[in-house]
């Protein structure tokens, strides 16, 4: 028997790089490892095949053995398929969703077919249902896809820890235990996007040129890169499992997605794109969310657009569709956005959940088809075992109805239990809505989760928290652990992109330990550990998944596409208080100036005329000057503090620094 045979499909993967000249760096970033894991694998390869080095592994696969010579034509053959079981592979769901749930339209082209019964084995179509096929035509997704010489359009670059990264556009990784970064970039002035997805495999990029042109590249291919015309094709997804990987492409009309997703197939590295099915949803408007669960067991389809947003939940196994979830949720406009967040078990089932606009809506699914909406403000995140989930509520809300433009925004954060849908606990002056783009996940374990907070002695007044939750007695208790400041990069001299709250900080996909400090730092909150990349920048990091290319690699991109200006939340020290505390209305303070006294003035900076000073303890209530723009009456945000507007019980009123009041 061939002794290749005894590789499992990532061995085999192992075993291919490894007989290559690929340095060890470059291996590590193709298997999305470290370099010792990367040596690890390479050395469990060489003792299952019964050599004792990787010098070695080169000379036998160089030299062949008698096994391959007797067996020729069964090495030629491809693998059986995987025997049917309760869990599906990412490829696997989307080839047998092309084998059972797709039937030929005509021309060639693939339309959704939902079976109302049990097809049986689902490798099988009903009876009377057209073979499989795909035609490829010149109009077709698979015709309009070009080759392009992977060396003529794609750079790849590796930074070594700390070296200074100074390219001014490009898709990077930076191994979380290490520091090494690998860049990508295409060979132009400009990129307008560059994307990834698990395990960094792929990454594509649109330019910024009249026409624009997607490109996208497979680090396994370092021959053949791919463009299409992004006016016409967008790059949906991609999902699968190793060595294979399945593409989702949406058709484009007039600049917006048609609801029909075509579905290619790499079968293996350095392998062309095969065309294997395509599915006909309701056309958006807009691009198409699609969302793959993290087993693969199931792609969620939102589709539909305004007025009526739909998502479709199909199964894996069979094809068939497992629920249509109406939202009942309508709108004017015809090209309404939104986009899935997150797919994960949930309470015995699975859910995911959907943003819609500035709110979002999220679904469960728990197995029998049924949906339980609920409607957030600002944010919403799911505990990692599907119990619990947060949302930001605002305690008071002053200026313009959007979150563009100067406002005043005191936030809350609430945790929830999911099935009774009882508010757990409230802390006050907790955030886990930040100001640029940042992906819903918050919850580093069932009892842990993170936020923005305020801390004494913080730049901008803001410090990354991580609170823990815990029943005992059956009650909830909240604790806090500060320490997490992200601090500013003096080379970058106090861009606006710095700011903690501007960054968030997001958990990474796996575990506990790790994670990303705005796009592009590293916390290990085990030992305090932070690995950074050495960036330089005037345009500040794209809007990206931190964790796009998985929980190995931190991701990030230059430069950023552009957005409105929102205000920051207003922080005081924080406080927890149970569901049933009243919010009051105005706000209540009390003066928090360690023993000293807190200066009144009759304007919000340390150079306005002082009224009087208020001792330690001082009770204080918010109020408004009329002589201000909405949004500004209560409230100034500036170089020198966060200002507020107060009144005292004798009925004086005056402008403070937030940094020295407290909650009562």
């Known amino acids: 028997m061939d002794r290749l045979s005894r590789l499992d499909p990532l061995d085999r993967r192992v075993y291919e790089m490894a007989v290559s000249r690929a340095p060890l760096a470059q291996i590590a970033v193709q298997l999305g490892v470290t370099v010792s894991q990367a040596e690890e694998r390479i050395e469990r390869v060489c003792a299952r095949l019964g050599v004792p080095d990787r010098a070695a592994l080169r000379e036998w696969a160089a030299n062949g053995t008698e096994d391959e ?36 339209a005509g021309g060639g082209a693939l339309a959704w077919k939902l079976w109302g019964e049990d097809s049986g084995d689902s490798q099988v179509a009903p009876p009377g249902t057209p073979a499989t096929t795909v035609t490829v035509t010149s109009d077709s997704p698979e015709g309009i896809i070009s080759d392009a010489p992977f060396k003529d359009t794609w750079e790849v670059r590796t930074f070594a820890r700390g070296e200074l990264i100074d390219w001014p556009h490009g898709l990077f990784l930076m191994a979380t235990v290490g520091g090494e970064v690998r860049g990508h970039r295409l060979k132009t002035d400009r990129v307008s996007e560059y994307r990834t997805w698990p395990g960094g495999r792929f990454v594509s990029a649109i330019d910024n040129s009249a026409a624009p042109v997607a490109h996208m590249m497979d680090l396994l291919n370092v021959e053949t890169s791919w463009s299409w015309p992004h006016l016409k094709l967008s790059l949906v997804t991609v999902a699968g499992s190793l060595p294979d990987a399945t593409l989702v492409f949406e058709r484009r009309e007039a600049n917006k997605g048609a609801g029909e997703l075509t579905l290619l197939r790499v079968p293996q590295p350095g392998a062309g794109i095969e065309p294997l099915a395509t599915v006909t949803v309701p056309p958006t408007g807009f691009s198409t969310p699609v969302l793959i669960s993290p087993d693969g067991g199931a ?38 956005g939104f986009s899935l967040e997150m797919f994960q078990p949930l309470d015995g089932g699975e859910s995911f959940l959907l943003d819609w606009h500035l709110f979002a809506m999220q679904f469960r699914w728990d197995g029998s088809g049924s949906t339980t909406p609920l409607f957030h403000d600002h944010a919403a995140s799911f505990s990692t075992d599907g119990r619990l989930y947060l949302r930001e509520i605002p305690l008071r809300s002053a200026g313009a109805d959007s979150a563009d433009g100067p406002r005043e925004y005191w936030p809350a954060v609430e945790i929830v239990e999911l099935a009774s849908g009882k508010v757990l606990s409230r802390v006050r002056s907790a955030s886990i809505y930040y100001g640029d783009w940042a992906p819903a996940r918050r919850w580093m374990a069932p009892d842990a989760f993170t936020c923005l907070l305020r801390a004494a002695g913080a730049e901008n007044g803001y410090d990354f928290g991580v609170i823990s939750t815990r029943r005992a007695s059956g009650t909830w208790n909240v604790t806090q652990r500060y320490g997490y400041v992200l601090s500013a990069d003096p080379a970058l001299d106090g861009m606006w992109f710095q700011s903690p709250w501007v960054q968030g900080v997001i958990p990474g996909p796996e575990g506990t330990d790790l994670v990303a400090l705005g796009k592009w730092a590293v916390l290990n909150t085990r030992d305090g550990n932070i690995v950074r990349a050495n960036v330089r920048t005037e345009e500040g990091p794209a809007h990206i998944d931190p964790w796009a290319a998985g929980p190995n690699w931190l991701t990030f991109a230059l430069p950023h596409g552009g957005h409105g200006g929102a205000s920051p939340p207003v922080l005081l020290q924080p406080r927890f208080e149970s569901a049933d505390t009243p919010i009051e209305s105005p706000l209540r303070f009390k003066v928090s100036a360690q023993g000293d006294r807190l200066n009144l003035r009759d304007r919000p900076s340390v150079a306005g005329v002082i009224i009087t000073t208020l001792a330690d303890g001082s009770a204080l209530t918010q109020a408004e000057t009329s002589d201000r723009p909405a949004g500004r009456r209560g409230l100034e945000q500036g170089t020198d503090g966060t200002w507020v507007y107060v009144r005292t019980p004798g009925g004086l009123e005056g402008w403070v620094n937030s940094a020295y009041l407290a909650w009562p």
Not at 79 to 103: D, Q
Not at 308 to 336: E, F, H, I, N, W
Request: no cysteine; aromatic share 4%.
């Open 69 to 104: 010579e007797k067996e020729p034509e069964a090495a030629a053959q491809p693998a059986p398929p995987p025997p049917s079981t309760g869990r599906y592979s990412r490829r696997a769901f989307l080839a047998t969703a092309g084998a059972a749930g797709l039937a030929v």
């Open 299 to 336: 792609l969620a389809v939102a589709s539909g657009g305004g007025p009526r947003l739909v998502v479709t939940l199909l199964d894996a196994a069979t094809g068939k569709v497992r629920g249509t979830y109406d939202t009942v949720l309508t709108t004017g406009a015809s090209d309404a």
